[in-house]
Nanobody, 120 residues
Framework: VQLQASGGGLVQAGGSLRLSCVAS????????LGWYRQFPGKERELVAR???????NYAESAKGRFTISRDNTKSTVYLQMNNLNPDDTAVYYC???????????????WGQGTQVTVSS
């Protein structure tokens, strides 16, 4: 399984970015997906995740600002991020697994990470 993330960049506070992650080597629709982020010197933390049926869960910090979605026809998961602030500056990773118990573990798959930098 390979995951290719893109869409990171530099944005001013209050701005928006949309991250994308394309998967290959798996039957995309059969997997749950998630976005994680990692601050320098910290463990990766879950930002949002989505079921095979499209139901989403969010970290408190993401609720109301971020939206995760999936397009099974394109084998792609998205993270729309609005009203960004400097505390959102991190490396963002997409993840894929057969179920949530494996998502974010060594038994799932990770993308390569994309840097998001929010300036004040």
């Amino acid at each position: 399984v390979q995951l290719q993330a893109s869409g990171g960049g530099l944005v001013q506070a209050g701005g928006s970015l949309r991250l994308s992650c394309v998967a290959s080597g798996t039957i995309f629709r059969n997997n749950v997906l998630g976005w994680y982020r990692q601050f320098p010197g910290k463990e990766r933390e879950l930002v949002a995740r989505i079921t095979t049926g499209g139901n989403a869960n969010y970290a408190e910090s993401a609720k109301g600002r971020f939206t995760i979605s999936r397009d099974n026809t394109k084998s792609t998961v998205y993270l729309q991020m609005n009203n960004l602030n400097p505390d959102d500056t991190a490396v963002y990773y997409c993840a894929l697994a057969r179920h949530f118990g494996l998502l974010g573990s060594n038994f799932g798959s990770w993308g390569q990470g994309t840097q998001v930098t929010v300036s004040s």
